[in-house]
């Protein structure tokens, strides 16, 4: 049991230091945070007329932790977020529904519009 507890215990540190790839956009006032899990950044997926590519500059950021990710995204006016550890955040913190999480070669992305109540 002692080893099972090491295991997850493990695993949960990893997941806490896995990086994300992170730039900030703003233009008019409004802010969009690009966030892209750190090992698919540079890759171009395609799957009929769709392409999802992680080449060009509008992902190239700094690296963050899930932590920092969320802070920042809490905080966004829109966000666009690949890879699957970038959209759980966005899932974690309800601002992505999983009904609106497309995936291009099995990679899942999303786009959200953050609207404040008042």
Same mark, same amino acid.
């Given at each position: 049991?002692n080893?099972?507890?090491?295991v997850?215990?493990?695993?949960?540190?990893?997941?806490?230091?896995?990086?994300?790839?992170?730039?900030?956009?703003?233009?008019?006032?409004?802010?969009?945070?690009?966030?892209?899990?750190?090992?698919?950044?540079?890759?171009?997926?395609?799957?009929? /007329?769709? !392409?999802?590519?992680?080449?060009?500059?509008? &992902?190239?950021?700094?690296?963050?932790? %899930? @932590? #920092?990710?969320?802070?920042?995204?809490?905080?966004?006016?829109?966000?666009?977020?690949?890879?699957?550890?970038?959209?759980?955040?966005?899932?974690?913190?309800?601002?992505?529904?999983? /009904?609106? !999480?497309?995936?291009?070669?099995?990679?899942? &992305?999303?786009?959200?519009?953050?609207? %404040? @109540? #008042?």
């Amino acid at each position: 049991m002692n080893v099972l507890r090491a295991v997850i215990s493990r695993m949960l540190n990893l997941r806490f230091k896995m990086k994300l790839i992170v730039k900030t956009h703003i233009k008019n006032g409004r802010t969009l945070i690009a966030v892209c899990d750190k090992n698919i950044l540079g890759n171009i997926y395609e799957e009929g /007329d769709h !392409v999802l590519d992680l080449s060009s500059e509008f &992902y190239k950021g700094d690296e963050m932790t %899930e @932590e #920092e990710t969320s802070d920042l995204i809490r905080n966004a006016d829109m966000v666009n977020l690949v890879g699957a550890n970038a959209v759980k955040i966005g899932v974690d913190e309800d601002i992505i529904d999983e /009904d609106s !999480v497309k995936t291009i070669e099995g990679i899942p &992305y999303a786009i959200g519009v953050l609207i %404040e @109540e #008042e």
